[in-house]
């Protein structure tokens, strides 16, 4: 079971960042583009196997940095929630590994960090859509 959770998952990415590149505004079309970009990336560069994963902490690291750039020019709440999100994200080898954590709870963690993520980016999905259709209802009425 668990070895399909990954291709679902990936699927399911790609379905809410595509909703969210045609639906949304330019912040979030940006924060769309940044993450079906860095996570194609991460498989590429993963070694799970070994334990410590940097080449991962380094993708991710960049992709919070990216996620930074587009909260501070924009200034959207849902922005600084996946940038605090991301955060954790880059955080949680650096906590789990040197305390001795069996692989899979930190990894599970990891996991539940990228689907509030996800659940993050269909939130703003929805607000932004929600915000434009109030906009145009006002054009309506005047």
């Not at 912040?27 to 334990?51: N, Y």
């Not at 410590?52 to 993708?59: D, L, S």
Request: aromatic letters at 18%.
């Amino acid at each position: 079971m668990f070895e399909y959770l990954a291709s679902v998952t990936y699927v399911f990415m790609w379905a809410i960042c595509g909703m969210a590149f045609w639906l949304g505004d330019r912040p979030l079309k940006a924060t769309a583009v940044v993450s079906i970009f860095f996570w194609s990336i991460t498989p590429l560069v993963s070694h799970w196997w070994q334990g410590w994963n940097m080449p991962v902490i380094v993708v991710d690291l960049n992709a919070t940095l990216a996620l930074a750039w587009i909260s501070l020019r924009w200034r959207r709440l849902w922005s600084t929630v996946m940038v605090a999100l991301s955060f954790l994200q880059v955080l949680t080898p650096f906590v789990a590994y040197p305390a001795h954590f069996h692989r899979f709870y930190w990894q599970s963690a990891y996991n539940v960090l990228g689907y509030l993520l996800l659940a993050v980016m269909v939130v703003a999905t929805v607000l932004t859509v929600r915000a434009r259709g109030r906009v145009d209802e006002g054009a309506v009425r005047s």
